[in-house]
Nanobody
Framework: QVHLVESGGGLVQPGGSLRLSCTAS???????????MAWYRQAPGKQRELVAL???????NYANAVKGRFTISRNNAKYTVDLQMNSLKVEDTAVYYC????????????????WGQGTQVIVSS
């Protein structure tokens, strides 16, 4: 019941910056139980990999390749998650995907994953 829409991708020169945004929509019940939100990326011929993650409590994790350069943040009132990318390198070129999940705690824990469509980031001179 959660739909993710991404924006902010494009072409940038090495050393430049981009800011990716992801907005979640759906039923109020689903949006109110959003759990972790994250950004993944996938380069041609390579496996999709985790770039950054932020929990519902604001705890963050980053891939070693982007530590110190990327910052993930979320706005729980607007149901958005952003990725600020600085000092971009050619190796950062990939399709970036937004991911979110909902968690229901009842008789057991039920976790459901949702993915965005992906947005292209090209770092080139």
């Amino acid at each position: 019941q959660v739909h993710l829409v991404e924006s902010g991708g494009g072409l940038v020169q090495p050393g430049g910056s981009l800011r990716l945004s992801c907005t979640a929509s759906g039923s109020r019940q689903s949006l109110n139980i959003l759990n972790d939100m994250a950004w993944y990326r996938q380069a041609p011929g390579k496996q999709r990999e985790l770039v950054a993650l932020i929990t519902d409590g604001g705890v963050t994790n980053y891939a070693n390749a982007v530590k110190g350069r990327f910052t993930i943040s979320r706005n729980n009132a607007k149901y958005t998650v952003d990725l600020q990318m600085n000092s971009l390198k050619v190796e950062d070129t990939a399709v970036y995907y937004c991911k979110a999940d909902t968690l229901i705690y009842g008789l057991g824990m039920e976790l459901t994953d949702y993915w965005g469509q992906g947005t292209q980031v090209i770092v080139s001179s």
